[in-house]
């Protein structure tokens, strides 16, 4: 392994370049091929410099990388804002994991509280690591080729604080002053905002960065005692039994209900609750997720309290949580249903769309559970969830939401449904080319705030930069550019159709 002082040294270099580097890519530019590019290198320093430093990667990383290199490509795909977003958190995420450590050392066989605690651990490094790399961590005398280091030292570090601070100075009296602003200006003829903002962005980057690198890289690993991982007493099956069972109890009262409720139809729902079929639908769908998500950590909280020194023990809660398993996945079609019921009367959304992933995901979880955690295994519970939840994620940008909302609204405005324009002109350019294709299809209100919505987007488009480039933005671009003429037309028209 390399001596400490050389790889803070290294700790520093990398931290700098990669901070520069992202300043660069990421600054004032909208997501595409930078992040792409930036994940990347990212991703390539991390495996280089634990490889160098002889610290190695935490087990399971090709698994992680299986996944984040991919998603990583996502970048140059989508558009939507929404979609990047979710693929900005779970590449922060895997990234960390990554790099993390463990106290069993592999996160194929890491609890739960194992997986946040290397989040927890990770993130506190990243967030004030970069101050005892600084003090401790870098012999700075020890830098070859600086003559008179004595003095060189102390000036490089007066200079690198005196920077940042006197730039937040001078920006804040060149705008308390207009005369102060214009000597400025025509002194240094640059732009200090600007300046200001080049500062933030490598300092925050770099920050970030050299704590996380040096988290792995130098500081102790930190262990767990594995006998001191309950934070509550051993709980008997008495206890355990009488919460599942209540639970399941309900959960099958519930199902029974809405087989009730599905072959009455919706003149039994209106009868029974006064509500119309779609209204009941709408009500329920997203508390059908947070049931589903809120039983599985119920089951898993359960097994974990469980006294398991006996066997009968074990095979009572193993047969009531199997149980409930069997019933959520019930409640599970029951939320797919009112989907399906929903977006007949009301279409799609993203909130819609997504809520649906996240339920599809649960249901491939309470799957791996009964697989796992009920098979004794709760050890791989956590990795295969994990994956589970990357590759949904991998699928949805597979899927194109936005492109899919787009397509089923406008079907059900030919059926003569409601259509909302405004919410469809927002969608992001993955959704544009279908938009601007199957725009006479809408009456002619509905064209004219489409047209009128994308020519305000995309009229004054900034001027290329290959940093922010990705394929549905140049497609969205290129639509735009084709059906010009036709959405100026429209846009024009107010005429309001037929309804």
């Not at 300046?195 to 300092?203: A, D, K, N, P, T």
């Not at 997504?354 to 339920?359: Q, S, V």
Request: aromatic share 10%; hydrophobic share 55%.
């Amino acid at each position: 392994m390399m001596d400490s002082k050389r790889v803070g040294l290294l700790v520093v270099a990398i931290a700098a370049a990669i901070a520069v580097l992202g300043d660069l890519l990421l600054r004032g530019v909208p997501w595409g091929a930078n992040v792409t590019l930036f994940s990347l290198v990212l991703l390539a320093v991390m495996v280089l410099s634990a490889t160098w430093s002889g610290c190695g990667l935490v087990g399971g990383w090709g698994w992680l990388l299986g996944v984040l290199i991919p998603l990583s490509f996502c970048f140059l795909w989508r558009d939507s804002l929404a979609l990047l977003t979710l693929n900005v958190v779970a590449m922060t995420g895997g990234l960390a994991l990554v790099y993390s450590r463990t106290p069993r050392g592999d996160l194929r066989v890491a609890g739960i509280v194992d997986v946040f605690h290397a989040l927890l651990v990770t993130a506190v490094h990243a967030s004030a690591g970069v101050i005892f790399l600084i003090r401790n961590d870098v012999e700075w005398r020890s830098w070859q080729g600086v003559k008179s280091s004595a003095r060189f030292i102390p000036t490089l570090r007066g200079v690198l604080l005196a920077v940042p601070i006197s730039l937040l100075f001078l920006a804040l009296l060149m705008s308390a002053d207009a005369a102060f602003e214009t000597m400025v200006r025509k002194v240094f003829d640059i732009d200090i905002a600007v300046l200001v903002e080049h500062s933030l962005v490598i300092g925050f980057l770099g920050w970030i960065v050299a704590g996380f690198l040096r988290g792995r890289l130098i500081a102790r690993e930190v262990v767990v005692s594995q006998t001191s991982g309950r934070l509550i007493p051993f709980l008997g099956i008495q206890e355990t039994g009488i919460v599942l069972g209540a639970i399941n109890v309900i959960f099958l009262t519930f199902i029974l209900v809405q087989f009730e409720y599905l072959f009455g139809g919706s003149a039994f729902v209106k009868e029974t609750t006064g509500v119309t079929f779609a209204e009941y639908a709408r009500r329920g769908f997203f508390e059908l997720v947070a049931v589903a998500g809120l039983s599985m950590l119920l089951l898993l909280t359960a097994d974990w309290a469980l006294n398991k020194e006996k066997r009968k023990s074990v095979i009572v809660f193993r047969t009531l949580a199997g149980a409930q398993v069997l019933l959520v996945l019930a409640v599970m079609v029951s939320a797919i249903h009112r989907l399906v019921l929903y977006k007949a009367e009301f279409g799609l959304t993203e909130a819609r769309v997504y809520a649906m992933g996240c339920l599809i995901w649960l249901l491939l979880v309470f799957i791996w559970f009964g697989w796992t955690v009920l098979r004794g295994r709760r050890e791989r519970f956590a990795f295969g969830a994990l994956i589970g939840a990357y590759g949904i994620l991998l699928a949805l940008n597979a899927v194109n939401p936005d492109r899919v909302i787009a397509a089923v609204n406008i079907a059900r405005a030919g059926e003569g449904k409601h259509f909302d324009a405004h919410y469809a002109a927002s969608l992001s350019g993955d959704a544009l080319p279908l938009l601007v294709d199957e725009l006479p299809r809408l009456f002619p209100a509905d064209r004219s705030v489409i047209a009128r919505r994308l020519i305000q987007r995309f009229a004054g488009s900034q001027p290329f930069d290959l940093r922010s480039w990705n394929i549905a933005r140049h497609e969205a671009i290129q639509a735009f550019i084709a059906h010009q003429r036709e959405l100026r037309e429209a846009a024009v028209n107010l005429v309001e159709g037929p309804r």
